[in-house]
């Protein structure tokens, strides 16, 4: 199989690649390698890659449609995982246009490749913020996921429509994934557990926000990337039950589908502090801080369809997830 890999230089795309030229793909990975965050890591992530004859890197912007177009009709996958995007809560409060370009415009762009490309299905990575003003626990696909709390949640939700709009239309089978909290070796660095195992090394304060009252329900990135591969491998096909007078939010009379993937076992964040501090043999300093606008207290995934479809479910613990994110930590800078 000869599949499109855009963001195959981030954080969870470089997991999806490894794992599918571990069985025999051909990778066609796309990144623009911008600057959100520190370039080398992104390089450094790339370069393991590239050591596999399977392994293409394009250097490519999602919002560029002529350059995209000109890789599909290049190498013209069969199958597109698509996990580029604009990511980051926080960066979407004060730059609301790169997630337009990247998340809408590149999304968009891409869409309109696969339906001209004749490829035979479309995963996307979407989000559990989706779920935003949404209280009542756990998140499920069942129930509708319209009232974001920030503009990044907004962005995704919208990617999940325009690839509803696709599957409809021109028969593009789609499938969308909300991850939930994902974190583990080669992560970024602005997520939690990087900026926490940084500045406690380096005897600094970390940020705790809601004063640690926060949940959620942490994904080891290993875990979704087997779960996006088992996804990818199980085209989207309309749904023969599918009822227009009572619709169903994870499901379409369209090749269209919407599943989470999270392993619904939600771990306090001071939980998930203190497993950190016993992984580096060192306390934390922290700065209790109320709540972060737009920010979710609780999350917690309901993934009964993703069990039920593709035989598989997230279990890997914060202790085991944690304790390898901190060997690779340590190895990667020399600590």
């Known amino acids: 199989m000869r599949i499109l890999v855009t963001g195959a230089a981030g954080f969870i795309g ?4 490894h794992r599918l030229l571990d069985r025999g793909d051909e990778v066609i990975g796309l990144d623009n390698m911008n600057a959100y965050y520190d370039p080398k890591l992104k390089e450094a992530r790339a370069q393991r890659l590239t050591v596999s004859k399977d392994f293409t890197l394009l250097r490519c912007d999602l919002a560029d449609a002529p350059a995209l177009r000109s890789a599909f009709d290049a190498y013209k ?19 609301p246009q790169d997630y337009v370009q990247s998340n809408l415009v590149g999304t968009a762009n891409l869409l309109e490749c696969c339906r001209q490309g004749g490829v035979d299905h479309l995963t996307y990575a979407s989000t559990s913020s989706v779920y ?12 509708p996921a319209d009232h974001p709390a920030q503009f990044y949640a907004a962005t995704k939700r919208a990617t999940e429509l325009m690839a509803h709009s696709y599957s409809n239309l021109f028969n593009l089978a789609t ?6 909290t994902v974190y583990g070796p080669w992560g970024r660095p602005d997520m939690a557990l990087f900026s926490f195992t940084k500045a406690i090394l380096q005897g600094e304060s970390i940020q705790v926000f809601n004063h640690g009252h926060h949940t959620r329900d942490f994904t080891y990135v290993a875990d979704v990337a087997e779960g996006v591969v088992r996804a990818s491998d199980c085209p989207a096909v309309p749904n023969p039950s599918f009822d227009a007078n009572t619709p169903d939010p994870q499901s379409s009379s369209a090749p269209w589908r919407i599943y989470n993937i999270g392993g619904g076992q939600p771990v306090p964040l001071l939980h998930y502090i203190a497993v950190l501090e016993e992984c580096l043999g060192r306390k934390a300093k922290m700065d209790m801080l109320p709540m972060q606008v737009g920010d979710l207290p609780d999350t917690k995934a309901d993934a009964t369809e993703l069990e039920r479809d593709f035989g598989f479910k997230p279990t890997t613990t914060v202790e085991v997830g944690v304790r390898r994110f901190v060997e690779w930590y340590r190895e990667y800078y020399g600590v």
């Open 132 to 143: 935003g003003l949404n209280r009542a626990l756990p998140f499920t696909t069942r129930e």
């Open 14 to 17: 470089s997991f999806v690649a």
């Open 77 to 95: 996958p069969q199958r597109v995982i698509h996990l580029a995007a604009q990511a980051g809560v926080r960066h979407s409060l004060t730059h």
């Open 175 to 180: 499938t969308g994934l909300r991850f939930f």
